[in-house]
C-alpha cells in the first residue's frame, strides 16, 4: 500500500528545494496570519465558554500540527466557529475535562477515518446540510454576542436560543452605554478597514484601539482581566487528559460530532485553497493531520481545531510558499502570548463581541442560504431544518436529520429517474421489441437497480396479461446493482421456474454481472440465459 497518501504536503514542498526568498515569503505570511488570528482565537475561546488562553493554545500547538503534517500546502488550523456551539454545550453538561476526553476521541476517530481512506467519502456532505447548520452556527455565536456588545446586566444568560432572545428583551433596560459605544466603535473600525483598507488587520485594529480607549477614558467595562485575570504566558505541560472510560459513550456523540465537523471544514477549506492557488490536497492526509493535532491539543489543555478557511484564503493571499507559513504563524503567535500576555487583561470584551459578530456574519452565508432557497423544494426543506434545529434544538441532532433527508431525498430522485418498463408498452418500443411472439414478454430497464427501485419490477410484472413462457429482461442500460436488486432478479427467476417459464438477461455487464453472478444468477443457472446484447436474446428466443 502507497504511503503518498498521507505523506505531509511540508516534506513534499521542501523536497522541491528551498531558500531563502522563499523563507522569507513564508514569514511575512506567517506573520500576518498571526496578526489576524490573535483576537480570532481568544474571542472564540470565550465564546465556546472556556478562558482566552485556551483558544492561543489551540491555535498554538494544533496550528502548528495541522501546517507540518497536512496533506494541504496552505491550510491553516486553530479553533473556528463551527467548533463554537458544539464545544460550549460539552463544557456546561461535562465540564472541561469532558471536553478534553471527546477532543481525544475525536482525534482518534479521525485517525481511524485517514488510515480508511475515508477522505474521499466525508467530502460527499450535501450542501444545503453544510450552509444550512452553518448559518445555525453563525446566528447562535451572534446570540451569544449581544450580552458582551450591549453590556446587558444578564449573570447568566440561558444556553437555549429562544430562552437567551427572551432574558435580553427582559434586561434590555440595563444596557450599558459605554459598552456599547466601544463595541459599536470596535465593529464600525472592522468594516471601515474592509471596505477601505482590506489589507489592514480590522480585527486586531478594532481590539488595540477598543483597549486603548479604555485606558485613555478610564471606562469601567468588562475587560478579559475582569472577567478571567490574568492569561499565563508561555504553554502548559502537556498531560493526558483524565480518561473516564465509563464515560465514553455519554461522550461518543459529542466526540463524533466534533470529528465530523473537523473533517468536513478542514476539506472545504483545502478545496478554497486549491481553487485560490491552484494546488492540489491530499484529503486522507489531511484528515490524519486533524486526527494528530486535535489528540495533541487536548494533551495541552486546548480547544477542538480543524482548518479555518479565511485564515487560509489570508496566508495566501499574503505570498505564502509552503507550509511553513503556518508553522511560523504558530511560532509567532506563541511568541506574543510570551511577550504581551499581560497586556491582554485590558481588552474589552465588546471589542471582541464586534469581532465575533462580524465572523458570525461571514460565516451565515447569506447568498448561498438565498441561492439554495430558489433551488428544488426537497433542498429547501433540508436547508431549512437543519437550520432551524442547529439554532432552536442540538447541532447533533440537526446533521444527522439533515443528512437523513439529503438521503431520503436523494434516494427519491433515483427512484424517480429509474424506470423499469415492459417493452410491448413502452412508447419508444423499437420494431425488434413489437416483432416479438405473442408468448414472449420483453422488460426493459433503464438507470441503477437499487433498493428503492426493486418495487417497480413487481408493479411491471403484475401489469403483463396471461403466462409468458419467456422472460428478455434488457439490462445493458444498467450501470450498478445493489445486493437488494440481485435479490430481486434471483426472486424473479425463482418464480419463472415455478411457472416454467425461461429468463433471458440481455446486455448485464461488469458489476451487476458479477454481483448476479455472486448471488446465483448466471449464464447455465436453471432456466437463465446471459446474453451480450438484446438482439440475440430475441434470435434465441425466437428460434
Same mark, same amino acid.
Given at each position: 500500500?502507497?504511503?503518498?497518501?498521507?505523506?505531509?504536503? !511540508?516534506?513534499?514542498?521542501?523536497?522541491?528545494?528551498?531558500? !531563502? =526568498?522563499?523563507?522569507?515569503?513564508?514569514?511575512?505570511?506567517?506573520?500576518?496570519?498571526?496578526?489576524v488570528a490573535l483576537p480570532l482565537s481568544m474571542a472564540l475561546a470565550i465564546a465556546s465558554g472556556a478562558t482566552p488562553d485556551k483558544g492561543l493554545i489551540t491555535a498554538v500547538v494544533a496550528g502548528f500540527l495541522i501546517s507540518a503534517l497536512g496533506g494541504t500546502r496552505f491550510q491553516i488550523g486553530g479553533?473556528?466557529?463551527? $467548533?463554537?456551539?458544539? +464545544?460550549?454545550? +460539552?463544557?456546561?453538561?461535562?465540564?472541561?475535562?469532558?471536553?478534553?476526553?471527546?477532543?481525544?476521541?475525536?482525534?482518534?476517530?479521525?485517525?481511524?477515518?485517514?488510515?480508511?481512506?475515508? @477522505?474521499?467519502?466525508?467530502?460527499?456532505?450535501?450542501?444545503?446540510?453544510?450552509?444550512?447548520?452553518?448559518?445555525?452556527?453563525?446566528?447562535?455565536?451572534?446570540?451569544?454576542?449581544?450580552?458582551?456588545?450591549? @453590556?446587558? =446586566?444578564?449573570?447568566?444568560?440561558?444556553?437555549?436560543?429562544? #430562552?437567551?432572545?427572551?432574558?435580553?428583551?427582559?434586561?434590555?433596560?440595563?444596557?450599558?452605554?459605554?459598552?456599547?459605544?466601544?463595541?459599536?466603535?470596535?465593529?464600525?473600525?472592522?468594516?471601515?478597514?474592509?471596505?477601505?483598507?482590506?489589507?489592514?488587520?480590522?480585527?486586531?485594529?478594532?481590539?488595540?484601539?477598543?483597549?486603548?480607549?479604555?485606558? %485613555?477614558?478610564?471606562? &469601567?467595562?468588562?475587560?478579559?482581566?475582569?472577567?478571567?485575570?490574568?492569561?499565563?504566558?508561555?504553554?502548559?505541560?502537556?498531560?493526558?487528559?483524565?480518561?473516564?472510560?465509563?464515560?465514553?459513550?455519554?461522550?461518543?456523540?459529542?466526540?463524533?460530532?466534533?470529528?465530523?465537523? =473537523?473533517?468536513?471544514?478542514?476539506?472545504?477549506?483545502? +478545496?478554497?485553497?486549491?481553487?485560490?492557488?491552484?494546488?492540489?490536497?491530499?484529503?486522507?492526509?489531511?484528515?490524519?493531520?486533524?486526527?494528530?493535532?486535535?489528540?495533541?491539543?487536548?494533551? $495541552?489543555?486546548?480547544? #477542538?481545531?480543524?482548518?479555518?478557511?479565511?485564515?487560509?484564503?489570508?496566508?495566501?493571499?499574503?505570498?505564502?510558499?509552503?507550509?511553513?507559513?503556518?508553522?511560523?504563524?504558530?511560532? $509567532?503567535?506563541?511568541?506574543?502570548?510570551?511577550?504581551?500576555?499581560?497586556? %491582554?487583561?485590558?481588552?474589552?470584551?465588546? !471589542?471582541?463581541? %464586534?469581532?465575533?459578530?462580524?465572523?458570525?456574519?461571514?460565516?451565515?452565508?447569506?447568498?448561498?442560504?438565498?441561492?439554495?432557497?430558489?433551488?428544488?423544494? @426537497?433542498?429547501?426543506?433540508?436547508?431549512? !431544518?437543519? /437550520?432551524?434545529?442547529?439554532?432552536?434544538?442540538?447541532?447533533?441532532? =440537526?446533521?444527522?436529520?439533515?443528512?437523513?433527508?439529503?438521503?431520503?431525498?436523494?434516494?427519491?430522485?433515483?427512484?424517480?429517474?429509474?424506470?423499469?418498463?415492459?417493452?410491448? &408498452?413502452?412508447?419508444?418500443?423499437?420494431?425488434?421489441?413489437?416483432?416479438?411472439?405473442?408468448?414472449?414478454?420483453? +422488460?426493459? $430497464?433503464?438507470? #441503477?437497480? /437499487?433498493?428503492?427501485?426493486?418495487?417497480?419490477?413487481?408493479?411491471?410484472?403484475?401489469?403483463?396479461?396471461?403466462?409468458?413462457?419467456?422472460?428478455?429482461?434488457?439490462?445493458?442500460?444498467?450501470?450498478?446493482?445493489?445486493?437488494?436488486?440481485?435479490?430481486?432478479?434471483?426472486?424473479?427467476?425463482? &418464480?419463472?421456474?415455478?411457472?416454467?417459464?425461461?429468463?433471458?438477461?440481455?446486455?448485464?455487464?461488469?458489476?451487476?454481472?458479477?454481483?448476479?453472478?455472486?448471488?446465483?444468477?448466471?449464464? @447455465?443457472?436453471?432456466?437463465?440465459?446471459?446474453?451480450?446484447?438484446?438482439?440475440?436474446?430475441?434470435?434465441?428466443?425466437?428460434?
Open positions: 500500500m502507497s504511503l503518498r497518501a498521507w505523506l505531509p504536503k !511540508s516534506i513534499e514542498t521542501l523536497r522541491e528545494g528551498y531558500d !531563502s =526568498a522563499k523563507f522569507t515569503k513564508d514569514v511575512l505570511a506567517g506573520l500576518t496570519v498571526a496578526i479553533p473556528t466557529g463551527a $467548533f463554537v456551539v458544539v +464545544v460550549f454545550n +460539552v463544557i456546561a453538561q461535562h465540564g472541561y475535562d469532558g471536553l478534553l476526553q471527546a477532543t481525544v476521541m475525536a482525534g482518534a476517530i479521525l485517525i481511524v477515518a485517514a488510515l480508511a481512506r475515508f @477522505g474521499a467519502v466525508i467530502r460527499y456532505m450535501p450542501q444545503p446540510v453544510v450552509t444550512g447548520f452553518t448559518s445555525g452556527i453563525a446566528l447562535i455565536i451572534f446570540s451569544s454576542q449581544v450580552k458582551d456588545f450591549f @453590556g446587558l =446586566a444578564v449573570p447568566k444568560p440561558p444556553a437555549d436560543f429562544i #430562552p437567551k432572545w427572551v432574558a435580553y428583551a427582559e434586561n434590555a433596560a440595563t444596557l450599558d452605554p459605554a459598552t456599547f459605544a466601544v463595541g459599536a466603535g470596535s465593529l464600525v473600525l472592522i468594516l471601515l478597514a474592509r471596505r477601505y483598507s482590506p489589507r489592514l488587520p480590522g480585527f486586531l485594529l478594532a481590539v488595540v484601539a477598543g483597549s486603548a480607549a479604555v485606558a %485613555a477614558c478610564h471606562l &469601567h467595562i468588562e475587560t478579559i482581566g475582569s472577567r478571567f485575570g490574568d492569561l499565563p504566558n508561555t504553554l502548559p505541560v502537556p498531560a493526558l487528559p483524565h480518561m473516564e472510560w465509563g464515560r465514553v459513550r455519554e461522550l461518543f456523540p459529542s466526540a463524533f460530532t466534533i470529528a465530523f465537523l =473537523a473533517g468536513i471544514e478542514s476539506l472545504l477549506s483545502a +478545496v478554497v485553497a486549491d481553487s485560490l492557488a491552484g494546488t492540489r490536497h491530499r484529503s486522507n492526509g489531511e484528515l490524519l493531520a486533524q486526527g494528530i493535532a486535535n489528540c495533541a491539543s487536548a494533551l $495541552f489543555g486546548g480547544l #477542538p481545531a480543524t482548518g479555518a478557511i479565511a485564515r487560509t484564503a489570508t496566508n495566501i493571499r499574503s505570498g505564502a510558499y509552503s507550509p511553513v507559513a503556518g508553522m511560523l504563524h504558530a511560532i $509567532f503567535l506563541f511568541a506574543f502570548m510570551y511577550f504581551f500576555a499581560p497586556l %491582554a487583561r485590558y481588552i474589552p470584551l465588546a !471589542s471582541l463581541a %464586534a469581532v465575533l459578530i462580524v465572523v458570525a456574519w461571514n460565516m451565515s452565508e447569506i447568498e448561498r442560504f438565498r441561492h439554495l432557497l430558489r433551488g428544488p423544494r @426537497g433542498d429547501g426543506l433540508v436547508l431549512l !431544518s437543519t /437550520f432551524l434545529l442547529t439554532a432552536l434544538v442540538d447541532l447533533t441532532v =440537526a446533521i444527522e436529520v439533515g443528512i437523513v433527508l439529503a438521503c431520503l431525498l436523494f434516494m427519491h430522485r433515483m427512484t424517480q429517474a429509474v424506470e423499469i418498463q415492459s417493452g410491448r &408498452h413502452a412508447a419508444d418500443a423499437a420494431a425488434l421489441r413489437r416483432d416479438l411472439p405473442k408468448d414472449v414478454e420483453s +422488460v426493459h $430497464f433503464d438507470g #441503477p437497480f /437499487f433498493f428503492g427501485v426493486v418495487s417497480h419490477l413487481t408493479d411491471v410484472l403484475e401489469q403483463i396479461d396471461g403466462s409468458p413462457r419467456a422472460y428478455i429482461l434488457d439490462m445493458e442500460d444498467v450501470p450498478m446493482m445493489d445486493a437488494s436488486g440481485a435479490s430481486a432478479l434471483a426472486g424473479f427467476v425463482a &418464480h419463472c421456474r415455478k411457472h416454467n417459464a425461461q429468463v433471458l438477461i440481455a446486455g448485464l455487464r461488469g458489476q451487476p454481472r458479477e454481483l448476479a453472478r455472486r448471488m446465483g444468477v448466471s449464464d @447455465g443457472h436453471d432456466h437463465v440465459r446471459l446474453f451480450a446484447t438484446y438482439a440475440e436474446a430475441v434470435a434465441a428466443v425466437k428460434a
